[in-house]
């Protein structure tokens, strides 16, 4: 490509840009003459909004875009002139040269000759549309050519007729396209810039991992603090032997020896003070610059509200005149600030529920008329920041859901009983709105009755970790509540201990937490539930699911997360809560693929890592256990009763022989022994389960012994593990490295025996059932 065809594009580019600004711009003003013809300041922005449109379209040679931006030009100038009221035919005809516009610029080929082709025809018939349609207000729309020599083109001083008699590659001279370039960067400034989504997600993530190490230097500076206050206690002590040995005859080397140390320890003392200062100077600057890196990191994400605003009150507009009804959209919280991707995914769901409020909620205007209100209906989309979270809302002053029409559904869809359903809260009737394929229709039109809209509404809500909630006031209107969380870096959590292990289950999934009577878990037919706020909820242990060791032994009360919706709703009991935390969420590494019941990771203020809980994939784990029949009770996995614990033992070694030479020993002496084929398998058992005593080979794939060895003495939560090599190296320095890396034993398979074996693993756990 050459450096014109280079130049050429990057042109196209910014007036893409510009044409997706002016648009916009259009559109709006639009909307808003139809509602107030006359309004000089709508007139001025729209024709503004053409005439620029029409001087890009120039500069880069695009003649169809500037024979309509002419034309719609001439048409705000006519009605600024007041030759030219604009009602709505003319509005209609406007909006769809805004859209031609669009076009030209995004053919849908691709190739922007298409104006020039195939699209002429369409550009042409707009063109005798528009002269029509304003025809009868005796406005006579000139040609291009025919344009006023007065009018100037944008950023430069050339007349439009000399424009238009000069060779297109004349006007890509470098003052052109630095007026162009310099008039989208005004506008465009953060769009602009070119840098890959990529690239900013891996400058959030490293920020967050800034912020969260900068906080690391908080405990340092308690255990220094710490370190303090015992030096000031050992001078305190050496104060005391000091004045015993005040009345004793020391030898004039003794007492310089003990001035001496009480010189040393004050002066360690004065500069452990100074230290602390300049530490804490130091952590509270970091954590400072920390937090700014990753709000101007976050900031890069964020992008307002109205990205995606754009082109609803135009949707909205068509919609209702093609229902017969009256429909303005009031947009509160443009400059709210969202997440991108957040952002891109909501245009989908926004777009169902603004056409389920003109079609479902809003009345034709005979009947609102009727209740009393006015004819025109409004639709109201607000979004802002609320406590830590993005709260969208859209609402109707439509009639409101009908409930009993909302029962006679269910009841006819068999959902529920009569009994059942006369019973349930108007909360728990409007949530059947969002199931697959439910509606109330009786008949399907191309706009609702499929049932499909609410439930795809709900489906991608959930996958932005939020939340979606349903009010209605009958003859007042409907109101949409969705809560999100204001960038998906960033996790609400609560944080709970199963098996002496942190998970963080997202907020967005938690229904409530409690602590559940011992008295008040009901057992029918070998399943666990408790009955909370009129209903029955299952409960099992989540220490099951996780597979993450052994729950103690229940108190009075038991912890309990319950999490899913309706028919899935189920009480998780874990070890104790931890409270709630703000992560900085981390994708699993890819090569893992993925982890059952694991949706990412995160990492807390003391540099431990913490999974964040996959609560859809939990929630398929329990029903597969359910079905299978294997949800084992409460009491029985806290492991009450006269059985006691049997010891558990991993063998990890990449000889299916040994592997299972090792397991049948260890099993005919009552352990509980799990196998893992290489030292990455033993690695991810002894993360996520508990053991007292790892077996292992050392030369195996993927991670070797002695770096499986190293990680568990390097993990605090794994300290206590035992651990053996059993491996064919003999040699004295393979011994001592295996046992520098932290092993307690080292035996060689070349005298291994059984008896051995049994012996060893006894004298480092003890009895199976010990």
Same mark, same amino acid.
């Given at each position: 490509?050459?450096?014109?065809?280079?130049?050429?594009?990057?042109?196209?580019?910014?007036?893409?840009?510009?044409?997706?600004?002016?648009?916009?711009?259009?559109?709006?003003?639009?909307?808003?003459?139809?509602?107030?013809?006359?309004?000089?300041?709508?007139?001025?922005?729209?024709?503004?909004?053409?005439?620029?449109?029409? $001087? %890009? /379209?120039? &500069?880069?040679? !695009?003649?169809? *875009?500037? +024979?309509?931006? @002419?034309?719609?030009?001439?048409?705000?100038?006519?009605?600024?002139?007041?030759?030219?009221?604009? $009602? %709505? /035919?003319? &509005?209609?005809? !406007?909006?769809? *040269?805004? +859209?031609?516009? @669009?076009?030209?610029?995004?053919?849908?080929?691709?190739?922007?000759?298409?104006?020039?082709?195939? $699209?002429?025809?369409? &550009?042409?018939?707009?063109?005798?549309?528009?002269?029509?349609?304003?025809?009868?207000?005796?406005?006579?729309?000139?040609?291009?050519?025919?344009?006023?020599?007065?009018?100037?083109?944008?950023?430069?001083?050339?007349?439009?007729?000399?424009?238009?008699?000069?060779?297109?590659?004349?006007?890509?001279?470098?003052?052109?396209?630095?007026?162009?370039?310099?008039?989208?960067?005004?506008?465009?400034?953060?769009?602009?810039?070119?840098?890959?989504?990529?690239?900013?997600?891996?400058?959030?993530?490293?920020?967050?991992?800034?912020?969260?190490?900068?906080?690391?230097?908080?405990?340092?500076?308690?255990?220094?603090?710490?370190?303090?206050?015992?030096?000031?206690?050992?001078?305190?002590?050496?104060?005391?032997?000091?004045?015993?040995?005040?009345?004793?005859?020391?030898?004039?080397?003794?007492?310089?020896?003990?001035?001496?140390?009480?010189?040393?320890?004050?002066?360690?003392?004065?500069?452990?003070?100074?230290?602390?200062?300049?530490?804490?100077?130091?952590?509270?600057?970091?954590?400072?610059?920390?937090?700014?890196?990753?709000?101007?990191?976050?900031?890069?994400?964020?992008?307002?509200?109205?990205?995606?605003?754009?082109?609803?009150?135009?949707?909205?507009?068509?919609?209702?005149?093609?229902?017969?009804?009256?429909?303005?959209?009031?947009?509160?919280?443009?400059?709210?600030?969202?997440?991108?991707?957040?952002?891109?995914?909501?245009?989908?769901?926004?777009?169902?529920?603004?056409?389920?409020?003109?079609?479902?909620?809003?009345?034709?205007?005979?009947?609102?008329?009727?209740?009393?209100?006015?004819?025109?209906?409004?639709?109201?989309?607000?979004?802002?920041?609320?406590?830590?979270?993005?709260?969208?809302?859209?609402?109707?002053?439509?009639?409101?859901?009908?409930?009993?029409?909302?029962?006679?559904?269910?009841?006819?869809?068999?959902?529920?009983?009569?009994?059942?359903?006369?019973?349930?809260?108007?909360?728990?009737?409007?949530?059947?709105?969002?199931?697959?394929?439910?509606?109330?229709?009786?008949?399907?039109?191309?706009?609702?009755?499929?049932?499909?809209?609410?439930?795809?509404?709900?489906?991608?809500?959930?996958?932005?970790?939020?939340?979606?909630?349903?009010?209605?006031?009958?003859?007042?209107?409907?109101?949409?509540?969705?809560?999100?969380?204001?960038?998906?870096?960033?996790?609400?959590?609560?944080?709970?201990?199963?098996?002496?292990?942190?998970?963080?289950?997202?907020?967005?999934?938690?229904?409530?937490?409690?602590?559940?009577?011992?008295?008040?878990?009901?057992?029918?037919?070998?399943?666990?539930?408790?009955?909370?706020?009129?209903?029955?909820?299952?409960?099992?242990?989540?220490?099951?699911?996780?597979?993450?060791?052994?729950?103690?032994?229940?108190?009075?009360?038991?912890?309990?997360?319950?999490?899913?919706?309706?028919?899935?709703?189920?009480?998780?009991?874990?070890?104790?809560?931890?409270?709630?935390?703000?992560?900085?969420?981390?994708?699993?590494?890819?090569?893992?693929?993925?982890?059952?019941?694991?949706?990412?990771?995160?990492?807390?203020?003391?540099?431990?890592?913490?999974?964040?809980?996959?609560?859809?994939?939990?929630?398929?784990?329990?029903?597969?256990?359910?079905?299978?029949?294997?949800?084992?009770?409460?009491?029985?996995?806290?492991?009450?009763?006269?059985?006691?614990?049997?010891?558990?033992?991993?063998?990890?070694?990449?000889?299916?022989?040994?592997?299972?030479?090792?397991?049948?020993?260890?099993?005919?002496?009552?352990?509980?022994?799990?196998?893992?084929?290489?030292?990455?398998?033993?690695?991810?058992?002894?993360?996520?389960?508990?053991?007292?005593?790892?077996?292992?080979?050392?030369?195996?794939?993927?991670?070797?012994?002695?770096?499986?060895?190293?990680?568990?003495?390097?993990?605090?939560?794994?300290?206590?593990?035992?651990?053996?090599?059993?491996?064919?190296?003999?040699?004295?320095?393979?011994?001592?490295?295996?046992?520098?890396?932290?092993?307690?034993?080292?035996?060689?398979?070349?005298?291994?025996?059984?008896?051995?074996?049994?012996?060893?693993?006894?004298?480092?756990?003890?009895?199976?059932?010990?």
């Amino acid at each position: 490509m050459s450096a014109n065809d280079s130049d050429s594009l990057s042109l196209l580019d910014l007036f893409r840009l510009e044409v997706e600004t002016h648009v916009r711009s259009l559109s709006a003003g639009l909307l808003a003459l139809e509602r107030v013809p006359a309004s000089a300041k709508y007139l001025e922005e729209c024709m503004r909004a053409a005439h620029s449109l029409k $001087g %890009a /379209a120039r &500069i880069i040679g !695009l003649a169809a *875009g500037v +024979d309509v931006a @002419h034309a719609m030009e001439e048409c705000f100038v006519s009605a600024q002139q007041g030759r030219l009221v604009l $009602g %709505a /035919a003319q &509005i209609d005809a !406007l909006l769809r *040269g805004s +859209d031609l516009v @669009h076009r030209i610029a995004n053919p849908p080929t691709n190739d922007i000759a298409w104006a020039d082709s195939e $699209g002429r025809s369409e &550009i042409n018939g707009f063109l005798d549309m528009l002269g029509i349609s304003l025809h009868g207000a005796n406005a006579v729309l000139a040609q291009p050519q025919a344009a006023s020599p007065s009018i100037l083109l944008e950023g430069t001083a050339t007349p439009v007729e000399h424009v238009l008699t000069t060779p297109v590659n004349a006007l890509l001279q470098e003052p052109d396209r630095d007026a162009l370039r310099a008039s989208a960067s005004r506008e465009h400034t953060d769009r602009a810039l070119r840098v890959t989504a990529e690239n900013l997600n891996r400058l959030l993530s490293l920020s967050g991992e800034s912020l969260v190490e900068s906080r690391r230097l908080k405990p340092f500076a308690e255990s220094m603090l710490r370190l303090q206050r015992l030096q000031r206690n050992t001078m305190r002590s050496l104060e005391g032997v000091h004045e015993e040995l005040a009345d004793l005859r020391l030898s004039d080397r003794a007492q310089t020896s003990l001035a001496e140390v009480r010189r040393l320890l004050a002066k360690c003392q004065q500069m452990l003070s100074n230290q602390l200062v300049e530490l804490e100077t130091f952590d509270r600057r970091s954590v400072n610059l920390s937090q700014r890196l990753y709000d101007e990191a976050l900031a890069c994400r964020m992008r307002p509200f109205a990205d995606t605003t754009g082109t609803y009150p135009r949707m909205v507009r068509d919609l209702s005149r093609s229902l017969g009804k009256l429909v303005r959209l009031d947009i509160v919280g443009n400059h709210t600030a969202i997440d991108r991707d957040i952002l891109e995914r909501l245009d989908t769901p926004l777009g169902h529920l603004l056409r389920n409020a003109v079609d479902h909620g809003i009345e034709s205007p005979g009947q609102r008329l009727s209740s009393g209100k006015q004819a025109e209906g409004v639709v109201t989309m607000e979004a802002r920041h609320s406590g830590g979270m993005l709260q969208i809302n859209v609402a109707d002053d439509g009639g409101g859901i009908d409930l009993d029409a909302l029962r006679a559904a269910i009841i006819q869809r068999n959902l529920g009983s009569h009994d059942t359903v006369a019973q349930m809260s108007e909360p728990e009737l409007l949530e059947f709105l969002m199931l697959p394929n439910f509606t109330t229709r009786d008949r399907v039109t191309e706009i609702s009755g499929r049932g499909v809209g609410l439930d795809a509404v709900s489906n991608i809500i959930k996958q932005l970790r939020g939340t979606i909630r349903i009010f209605t006031t009958k003859g007042r209107g409907t109101r949409f509540q969705l809560q999100l969380p204001l960038t998906q870096s960033i996790v609400r959590s609560l944080l709970v201990d199963i098996g002496g292990e942190p998970y963080a289950f997202p907020l967005a999934y938690v229904n409530c937490t409690l602590e559940l009577a011992q008295e008040k878990i009901d057992c029918v037919q070998g399943k666990q539930h408790f009955a909370f706020q009129g209903r029955r909820i299952g409960l099992v242990t989540a220490h099951q699911i996780m597979q993450s060791g052994v729950m103690a032994q229940p108190g009075a009360t038991v912890p309990v997360v319950v999490v899913g919706e309706q028919h899935s709703e189920y009480g998780l009991v874990v070890d104790r809560f931890l409270g709630e935390r703000m992560l900085v969420a981390q994708p699993l590494d890819q090569r893992l693929g993925k982890v059952k019941d694991i949706a990412a990771c995160a990492i807390l203020e003391d540099g431990s890592p913490v999974l964040i809980v996959d609560v859809d994939d939990m929630i398929r784990s329990v029903e597969k256990l359910i079905s299978a029949g294997e949800i084992e009770n409460v009491q029985n996995h806290s492991g009450s009763g006269s059985a006691p614990r049997r010891k558990r033992v991993l063998v990890v070694d990449d000889s299916l022989t040994v592997r299972e030479l090792e397991r049948k020993l260890l099993t005919s002496q009552g352990y509980d022994v799990t196998i893992a084929v290489d030292g990455m398998d033993g690695w991810n058992a002894v993360r996520s389960e508990r053991f007292d005593l790892v077996v292992t080979d050392i030369d195996m794939p993927r991670m070797d012994g002695i770096e499986l060895v190293t990680l568990i003495r390097k993990t605090p939560s794994l300290a206590s593990t035992s651990v053996m090599i059993v491996s064919y190296k003999e040699r004295e320095e393979d011994r001592r490295r295996g046992l520098d890396a932290g092993a307690d034993y080292y035996l060689a398979k070349g005298a291994f025996d059984g008896g051995t074996l049994l012996r060893v693993v006894r004298d480092l756990i003890g009895a199976a059932d010990a």
